[in-house]
């Protein structure tokens, strides 16, 4: 039994959850899986999978099997690239996270022109607004908006974004317009949960920096929520500026306080800590610093970034 093939298989299926989609990506026939995972199973003396007519699930031994096998084939792929026996063109798979809107505006679109100049490398985009364990999801990246302060993960920043403060015009209406942060206390403030502190709001403006403690009755951690909810007349939200340019959006809602703005936020392409990268994913990082490089929106070219 060839081990690392076998630990590759074993890895794919838990990830799809479907031993015949992995035999399509194999290019052979669902019985030569199975004997795979077998043969995998007998060498184990352990059954790494719970099998019923309608459903595939890990057994704790699959489980723990999981980790260390993706942990295996990475050092397999990090030896490979340290001395230089990969390919010349960036090959393979690349699992990539984001948030949902994010990745929707600015990682879709961009994608095709990634995969055209690297003919052999294919994406897996996995969009979701939840942050998530990137190891245990199997993500080689994830595109993160605000401060990484996970220390088992390693950040480059990439671009950054302005946030910028937003009602509607019924609500304005309704409850006036405030002439200052100061003044957000009064109003129901849309809070995005996200954030560390979603409650506190914070502006640089003529007198200096300044936070500000709003409340409100709803509370997301969707920022497409956090939006359509502004948009609905239901309060006053803090958003990132290239949320505005979305058609649905436009003139819909209006940007107040427009004399104090919020800090801001670093986006940044993260990984978890290891010495090597494999050359595909290497090749998408430095990809993605020159894509946002090029957008006035979010570079943070001629910026001080630390």
Request: proline share 6%; glycine share 8%; net charge neutral.
């Amino acid at each position: 039994m060839d081990l690392l093939a076998a630990l590759k298989t074993f890895t794919r299926i838990a990830e799809t959850g479907s031993f015949s989609a992995v035999a399509r990506e194999a290019g052979t026939t669902q019985p030569a899986i199975s004997r795979q995972i077998g043969s995998l199973e007998e060498h184990l003396g352990a059954r790494l999978f719970q099998r019923s007519t309608r459903s595939l699930t890990l057994t704790e031994d699959g489980r723990d099997l999981l980790t260390h096998a993706r942990l295996v084939i990475e050092t397999v792929e990090e030896t490979e690239a340290a001395i230089g026996r990969r390919r010349t063109s960036p090959a393979g798979l690349v699992r990539l996270g984001c948030a949902g809107v994010f990745g929707r505006l600015y990682l879709a679109p961009r994608l095709p022109r990634l995969l055209a100049r690297y003919p052999e490398m294919s994406i897996d985009l996995s969009l979701t607004d939840t942050v998530v364990d990137m190891v245990q999801e199997g993500l080689d990246l994830s595109i993160r908006i605000g401060e990484v302060t996970d220390a088992n993960l390693v950040a480059r920043r990439v671009g950054s974004t302005t946030v910028i403060t937003v009602a509607s015009t019924s609500y304005l209406a309704a409850h006036g317009e405030p002439a200052s942060p100061q003044d957000l206390t009064r109003h129901s403030c849309i809070l995005f949960t996200r954030q560390n502190h979603p409650e506190h709001w914070t502006y640089a403006g003529p007198d200096g920096t300044i936070t500000v403690t709003v409340g409100g009755r709803l509370r997301t951690n969707g920022i497409e929520a956090v939006m359509e909810a502004a948009i609905g007349g239901f309060g006053v939200a803090q958003v990132p500026t290239w949320m505005m340019h979305e058609p649905n959006v436009a003139g819909r809602v209006r940007e107040i306080l427009t004399g104090w703005q919020p800090p801001r936020r670093p986006i940044s392409v993260v990984y978890p800590s290891r010495r090597f990268l494999a050359p595909r994913t290497r090749a998408v990082i430095d990809f993605l610093v020159d894509e946002f490089r090029l957008d006035p929106i979010i570079s943070t070219y001629g910026e001080t970034v630390s």
